[in-house]
């Protein structure tokens, strides 16, 4: 299984990074994608992916503080997405809910954070709450072919069908296994297994059997286990499909000889 988004470079894993990897690692997760929210964290998750074999990375602003944007920031986001191991640019997207930047500041920041992804062929991991018409319209008016996924997705199943029209995946993290979360449900039953990767969101959204606790990786298979009854398949052909998406998407597949040379 493959935590296609992650945030491993937050303080709650200052005391036991080491053993929230070994963990995620018995459990079946062979790679982790830790996700960066701001200039910091985007070095920090650059660090890491550096550091740890089974751990890449993304770099960008999250729309909460896209107030902080500027072209120093910016500069550092192209530098760092020219590593080897940094596979997309984000988390970007828009945060009506939260609302703790200007929206236009969160639009603009979007827009060159989609430009950053482009000028490096990588694709861009979308951070989008109660936003959906915005995000779509933004997605749309690009005229030009986007790759990325929506991250712990929370819009309608008709949200999820004009998205996944543009060409993304979708992801579903714990909140899928909520007993109240009957509707969000409904939404994964709309789309294929076919459209979606794994993730956590960790440490946020601990899957229901450890919800209010702190989230880490290794509680993926939760979700899986959550997808495989909602499709009524088994855990190893949601750990299949997912993990074929999320290395194609990220281009992170098995590395070739030239790679290990
Ligand atoms: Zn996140």
Redesign the pocket.
């Given at each position: 299984m493959i935590d296609t988004?992650?945030?491993l470079d937050f303080p709650d894993y200052h005391e036991d990074l080491d053993q929230v990897i070994e963990r995620a690692g018995q459990a079946g997760v062979e790679k982790m994608i830790t996700?960066g929210?701001d200039a910091p964290s985007s070095r920090a998750a650059a660090a890491l992916a550096r550091e740890r074999l089974n751990v890449y990375a993304a770099v960008g602003l999250?729309p909460n503080s896209a107030a902080e944007a500027d072209e120093n920031l910016w500069r550092e986001i192209d530098d760092l997405a020219a590593e080897r191991k940094v596979v997309a640019v984000g988390?970007t997207g828009l945060d009506y809910y939260r609302n703790r930047a200007p929206r236009d500041a969160q639009r603009r920041a979007f827009l060159r954070q989609i430009d950053i992804a482009a000028g490096h062929d990588l694709p861009v991991?979308i951070?989008c709450r109660q936003a959906y018409d915005d995000c779509y319209d933004i997605l749309r008016g690009l005229g030009r072919p986007l790759r990325g996924v929506m991250?712990?997705f929370s819009g309608s199943a008709e949200d999820a069908r004009r998205f996944l029209d543009l060409g993304l995946l979708l992801s579903f993290g714990g909140p899928v296994t909520f007993p109240n979360a009957e509707e969000l449900r409904g939404v994964v039953r709309s789309v294929r297994p076919e459209d979606l990767m794994l993730?956590t969101?960790a440490p946020?959204l601990a899957p229901q059997a450890f919800r209010g606790t702190r989230n880490e990786p290794a509680y993926v298979r939760y979700i899986a286990r959550a997808l495989a009854r909602l499709y009524d398949l088994s855990l190893h052909d949601i750990d299949r499909i997912t993990t074929l998406n999320a290395n194609r998407l990220f281009g992170i597949g098995p590395p070739d000889s030239a790679e290990t040379a």
């Open positions: 988004h992650c945030h996700i929210i999250h988390e991991v951070h991250h712990c993730e969101d946020f």
